[in-house]
């Protein structure tokens, strides 16, 4: 017996690795996410058990515990279980924490990595992550708590650039955040939306703009999840070229 931590990419099926698509072929039972491509599910075999359990903001159809106590319950009774996820496990998607629950009950488990969607979306709008001309790092976060945000987020330079996951709902509150520590006014930020899909969408403008907008625009927002936030001076490296 054996349980799978598959990463299924950001969401364009071609981006799955060959080794997901292999497992996928094997496995007897699979627990998937919400943001999982449903095609993804055509490579199983006809008598493969797709057992959905995704979560989604205020909608969660199983929580983390009962997830792992499936985990644990197919992981016994079937040789090959998989936990497909969007992206890739151990970014935002609690892969850690069902590793060591099974782990913890003797089960043995491999992590196959995905495409993330911290990397993927941006570069399917032709935006890069580092730009020598612009930036020299990026730094990766969620946007779903304020607390922690304000807690990590303390102060602008300009040659870092932000990738925030799961922030579409505090967008108003991010924004703000950010110009009061010192982020300047005509910082381009990018609200990146399906990316990786047919239906991908970008809305630029800067974080001075976005301030501005009333609560119409930030409850549009809300309805283009999933959505990532690019706040950053590389976003200009983009613009040149489009």
């Known amino acids: 017996m ?37 095609k993804v599910l055509d490579f199983c075999k006809e ?17 983390q515990n009962e997830i792992n106590e499936l985990l644990l319950k197919y992981a016994k009774e079937y040789k090959t279980v998989v936990r497909l996820k969007g992206g890739t496990p151990f970014v935002f998607g609690r892969g850690h924490e069902e590793l060591s629950f099974l782990n913890s009950h003797g089960i043995s488990v491999e992590i196959v990595s995905g495409v993330s969607s911290s990397t993927a979306v941006p570069e399917s709008f032709k935006i890069p992550l580092i730009d020598r001309s612009y930036s020299d790092s990026y730094r990766t976060i969620t946007g779903h708590k304020m607390d922690i945000f304000k807690e990590i987020v303390t102060s602008f330079h300009p040659r870092e650039n932000l990738v925030i996951m799961m922030g579409a709902h505090n967008l108003k509150d991010i924004v ?67």
């Not at 054996?2 to 094997?26: C, F, H, N, Q, W």
């Not at 008598?47 to 929580?63: A, C, E, P, Y």
């Not at 119409?216 to 490296?237: C, H, K, M, Q, W």
């Open 176 to 242: 703000s955040h950010l110009l009061g520590v010192g982020f300047l006014p005509k910082t381009p930020i990018a609200l990146l939306s399906k990316g990786c899909s047919q239906d991908a969408l970008k809305i630029s403008a800067t974080l001075e703009k976005i301030s501005q907008k009333d609560s119409g625009f930030f409850d549009y927002v809300r309805s283009l999840t999933p959505l990532i936030i690019y706040i950053g001076e590389t976003l200009n490296a983009a613009d040149s070229i489009n």
């Open 47 to 63: 008598n493969t058990q797709k057992i959905f359990v995704g979560k989604r903001k205020n909608s969660h159809l199983l929580d």
């Open 2 to 38: 054996k349980v799978y931590l598959v990463g299924a990419g950001p969401g364009d099926i071609e981006l799955m690795t060959l080794k997901s698509v292999r497992i996928l072929r094997e496995a007897d039972v699979i627990l998937y996410d919400a943001l999982i491509d449903k």
